[in-house]
T-cell receptor, first 113, second 114 residues
Framework: QQQVKQSPQSLIVQKGGISIINCAYE??????FPWYQQFPGKGPALLIA?????SEKKEGRFTISFNKSAKQFSLHIMDSQPGDSATYFC????????????FGKGTKLTVNP | NAGVTQTPKFRVLKTGQSMTLLCAQD?????MYWYRQDPGMGLRLIHY???????AKGEVPDGYNVSRLKKQNFLLGLESAAPSQTSVYFC?????????????FGPGTRLTVT
């Protein structure tokens, strides 16, 4: 059972465009929703995160939009750059106290120059 | 600070062989995790530890064992490797009790089982 569903699997955007990646979840016990960025040959690294009591969080060109009633959240990358080309994972933390994250399957983003 | 380090970076095993992957962190984190990453499957949790001397099963624990004898180290063992265990393995660590929760990942170990 996939607890966090992520789409699309791959995304190609032109430089300067907006990249949008979507995630949906079912478990209402999730209390924290991070996005991780992974470059080829590297481990994932935290990009930005949001809590369910906030509808939007922005850090530079990266924005998370969160819809608690729909149990969906999305990552928007404004003015996408070739350096943003990477795999992006959404995740959710179960508030059970073990600090475990459940990850989506990932989106490979390619930003063409 | 080195952060999270993993040893080895690459390994090729024959079916039935055993090996141990070592993860070390120098951030004094309580929690440590082992994931495997396969194409199109995302990151799947194998085992995790909430403190020295404790371990617990994750989503895909079969065929793996772990030990956390020291707070800074988390070992992942494969007793009898199978081709299905060909994957990239990531270790991660995190602190607890803070608002800004983050898992810090190592650089990964690429394992091929033939």
């Amino acid at each position: 059972q996939q607890q966090v569903k992520q789409s699309p699997q791959s995304l190609i955007v032109q430089k300067g465009g907006i990249s949008i990646i979507n995630c949906a979840y079912e478990n209402t016990a999730f209390d924290y929703f991070p996005w991780y960025q992974q470059f080829p040959g590297k481990g994932p690294a935290l990009l930005i995160a949001i809590r369910p009591d906030v509808s939007e969080k922005k850090e530079g060109r990266f924005t998370i939009s969160f819809n608690k009633s729909a149990k969906q959240f999305s990552l928007h990358i404004m003015d996408s750059q070739p350096g943003d080309s990477a795999t992006y994972f959404c995740a959710a933390r179960d508030q059970g106290g073990s600090e475990k994250l459940v990850f989506g399957k990932g989106t490979k983003l390619t930003v063409n120059p | 600070n080195a952060g999270v380090t993993q040893t080895p970076k690459f390994r090729v095993l024959k079916t039935g062989q055993s090996m141990t992957l070592l993860c070390a962190q120098d951030m004094n984190h309580e929690y440590m995790y082992w994931y495997r990453q396969d194409p199109g499957m995302g990151l799947r949790l194998i085992h995790y530890s909430v403190g020295e001397g404790t371990t617990a099963k994750g989503e895909v624990p079969d065929g793996y064992n772990v030990s956390r004898l020291k707070k800074q180290n988390f070992l992942l063992g494969l007793e009898s490797a199978a081709p299905s265990q060909t994957s990239v393995y990531f270790c991660a660590s995190s602190y607890t009790g803070t608002e800004d929760f983050e898992q810090y990942f190592g650089p990964g170990t690429r394992l091929t089982v033939t």
